[in-house]
């Protein structure tokens, strides 16, 4: 029930099949090592499972094209979806 209350609020819903790309960034340790935050594939996971419950897509079933990366700097999280034509 409430994911189809989500979906009826979102403004755009894109058309499948979908491309996204995907940047993660955190804040840089104190020493020099690589991020210990967490796998790369469980972000992008827990990615296309709220887009997909925002109604931003239909289901990550359609996305036929996904890069992601992890990088220093300002803790944010950047997300690029497109329609992909076919």
Known sequence: MAEKSLRS?????LEP?????????FTPPKEKSWPRTGDVDKFCRALLDALTHSGVIEDDRHVIELSAVKRYGDPRTEVTVEEVDH
């Open 9 to 13: 609020q979102c403004p755009v819903q």
């Open 17 to 25: 099949p979908y491309k996204i790309e995907a940047s993660f960034y």
